[in-house]
């Protein structure tokens, strides 16, 4: 078999997990003692890819040869030696282990913009992000666009902010802008914390030059010359590939002194997170970098006025500023037309539980929850009945089946009492018990609230407990009035967002479940068969 | 220990850092933070050690207390909880006899933790056992790895 021979191995959270990199290994000793060496020679190239997605097949391998694509699902290092033997040498694709009808039907539904590198290029190489036309948009931005240009393309695009409150993006770069200041900064927060939610950390360690290009696109049209990127300390690969593409680019000279020789001057660090989900919150998150507790305080102003070490500071997730090369480069009309009237282009969700096909999707705003969860997850596992999506994490709720059709994006997931928020979608079957989801995601909070304002130190604790005896046979009548109550006053009273939204998952699922609520206290029932105190 | 401490000095000095980065320098160092090492910075830098330890506890990432020679981990995320990972961390602390409040083993063999998220939720229920990733683990085989482990480190200690 001669001709030009390609293979990417998965090294997304799932591959790594199960062990690409021994199946990178295997392919190296395979392709050198089959002798294929001498025949391909140095165009046969094998490296490690971000995460391609359907992570429920992993370890996914997509061999090229001659420009023919075959992805092989479900890899282990010793199916290897078949793949190269009968494949690469042969030209027979191996039967039964190429990818099927679901894989196909997992990705006809999706507009890869963000995650259009993840899985594709090297992510440790810059040369692979350049091939595919990376770092132009920041040399269009910063040759030949003025900051307002840039911000007038942003706004055209209506990108807003994903990492879930959807404040528009390109009105906070124009706030940013117009604030004059010897010193200002760019942040990027990429202090994913929301349990059931991998979206960040996939862009991070996939393509974390697009989250860096769109970083100095926003110091130039923010007038700034600082960046960091705040970071978990709990993803450490995310961490080192990020601090690889910082390294590549000064080399490069993307960051640094005049940069593009256009005398822009910016500089990008990473600070890592010591882990607190309360960072995510603007304020916390500044307080954190400037090496305190990360407590949050009351907004009299928004960052892009005072922010980091009271200078003004733009900050936007992972997600968002990943988008702005494409934006960029292709127009705010183009990523406009993605979308809804009011949200522009695309959002990256990780669509867990329940659901056949698990994984990383992209999908455009404005698409059906019934189109994710079945054309592209697949249905249900098992066969068994839908019961609710959950959206958001802790700050979100559920959505049960009647609203399955609604066009998902910030403004129809509010309506039914959910929140897009960063982009975790679990779905639910009728094993799942509401009661015990709301105790978990309360479980959660109260032990993340950092304890500065009453309600919110409070009131989650005691939501917690309410429903704590709930799940364990101790519930009362009047129980769910109390949690409507407490959840009423934390909405209104609380700090920060997190304790504002903390109520969200208890709210929702006593408005779409209070009968589950009722059953358990009343008749000492869990219908899921969760709770094992109860029948 | 005072050489590993000016190493972590000089580090924050040439990197505009503060105290979170020394904490963090510290932990990876020693995998916890020694009361020794706070009062030693504290002097350094004239910086109250409560100012120290209010950082130290506020961030899941510092231990004040030693951690145990294997690491447990279980993802506690909203999948691996649907999945059913609080079964499996109630399960690993009657395995260890871990009483409540407490993470470390007397002997110092086991500590358990617990992580909101790790990514990997295809794989539901997860845990990391000695930052390895098991994926779909049920109750029966974490306890099998848990006596494997605790054969190894008894034979390690004695001998």
């Known amino acids: 078999m001669k001709g030009d021979v390609k293979i990417k191995v998965c090294m997304g959270p799932s591959g790594i ?75 027979n694709p191996v039967k039964g282990w190429t990818a099927g009808k679901e894989y196909h039907n997992f990705h006809n539904k999706q507009i890869r913009v963000v995650l259009s590198n993840c899985g594709e290029i090297d992510p440790e190489d810059i040369h692979s992000y350049t091939a595919v036309g990376g770092y132009e948009a920041a040399r269009k931005a910063l040759v030949s666009m003025s900051p307002e240009e840039i911000v007038e393309v942003v706004k055209g695009s209506k990108l807003r902010g994903r990492g879930g409150a959807g404040f528009p993006t390109g009105l906070k770069w124009e706030l940013g802008l117009k604030i004059k200041s010897d010193v200002k900064y760019v942040i990027c927060n990429g202090d994913e914390g929301d349990p059931g939610a991998f979206m960040d950390r996939a862009v991070m360690e996939g393509d974390p030059h697009s989250v860096i290009e769109g970083m100095i696109i926003c110091a130039k049209a923010t007038n700034s010359h600082q960046g960091y990127i705040y970071v978990r300390a709990e993803y450490p690969l995310s961490v080192k590939r990020l601090q690889t593409a910082i390294d590549q680019c000064y080399e490069k000279g993307f960051l640094g002194k005049n940069i593009f020789g256009t005398g822009f001057n910016f500089d990008l660090k990473i600070f890592q997170g010591a882990g607190a989900f309360v960072c995510g919150e603007a304020t916390a998150l500044a307080r954190s970098i400037e090496g305190k507790r990360g407590m949050p305080t009351p907004k009299m102003w928004r960052s892009a006025e005072r922010g980091l070490r009271d200078k003004p500071t733009v900050l936007n997730n992972v997600e968002t500023f990943a988008n702005v090369p494409k934006i960029i480069l292709k127009g705010a009309d183009w990523y406009s037309s993605l979308g809804t009237e009011r949200s522009g282009g695309t959002k990256v969700f990780s669509l867990t539980g329940k659901v056949k096909n698990s994984g990383l999707i992209e999908v455009p705003l404005g698409i059906s929850l019934r189109e994710i969860i079945y054309d592209i997850g697949g249905g249900i596992e098992g066969g068994r009945e839908f019961k609710a999506v959950q959206t958001g994490g802790p700050s979100g709720g559920v959505i049960p089946a009647e609203f399955l059709d609604i066009e998902v994006d910030y403004e129809s997931l509010a309506l039914v009492g959910s929140i897009m928020g960063s982009g975790g979608m679990v779905v639910l079957d009728e094993t799942d018990c509401m009661v015990d989801i709301s105790q978990f995601f309360l479980e959660f909070t109260q032990s993340e609230s950092c304890g500065k304002c009453i309600p919110c130190r409070i009131g989650t604790k005691r939501m917690f407990e309410i429903l704590e005896g709930i799940t364990s046979g101790r519930g009362r009548e009047g129980d769910i009035e109390l949690l409507e109550e407490l959840g009423h006053y934390l909405r209104t009273t609380s700090l920060c967002g997190l304790g504002m939204t903390a109520p969200n998952p208890v709210l929702s699922t006593i408005k779409y479940f209070r009968g589950e609520y009722e059953s358990h206290i009343k008749n000492k029932r869990c219908a899921a068969g969760v709770c094992s105190n109860l029948s | 220990m005072e050489e590993t401490l000016e190493k972590i000095l000089t580090n924050y000095q040439n990197n505009e850092g503060n105290i979170i980065t020394i904490l963090q320098d510290v932990e990876e160092t020693f995998g916890y933070i020694p009361e020794e090492a706070v009062n030693w910075f504290s002097k350094k830098l004239d910086i109250p050690a409560s100012r120290f330890y209010g950082v130290a506890t506020f961030y899941t990432q510092f231990n004040i207390e030693p951690k145990g020679k294997n690491v447990i981990t279980v993802c506690t995320g909203t999948t691996c909880h649907i999945k059913g990972a609080k079964k499996l961390l109630d399960g690993l602390r009657k395995q260890l006899n871990l009483l409540e409040g407490e993470d470390t083993t007397d002997d110092r063999k086991f500590t358990v933790d617990h992580v909101a998220c790790e990514g990997t939720c295809s794989m539901a229920p997860v845990v990391l056992i000695n930052k390895k990733v098991y994926g779909k683990i049920t109750a029966n085989k974490l306890s099998k790895e848990i006596e494997t482990l605790r054969r190894k480190t008894g034979g390690r200690s004695e001998g």
Do not use: M, W
């Not at chain 1, 046969?44 to 694509?69: A, F, M």
């Open chain 1, 17 to 91: 997990a199960l062990g690409g990199a021994e199946v990178i290994e295997a392919f190296k000793k395979e392709i050198n003692t089959a002798g294929i060496k001498a025949l391909v020679g140095d165009q046969c190239s094998l490296h490690k890819v971000g995460c391609r997605g359907l992570c429920t097949k992993d370890i996914l391998v997509e061999v090229t040869i001659n420009g023919k694509k075959t992805i092989y699902e479900n890899i282990k290092p010793d199916k290897v030696s078949k793949i190269v033997k009968e494949h690469i040498v042969k030209g």
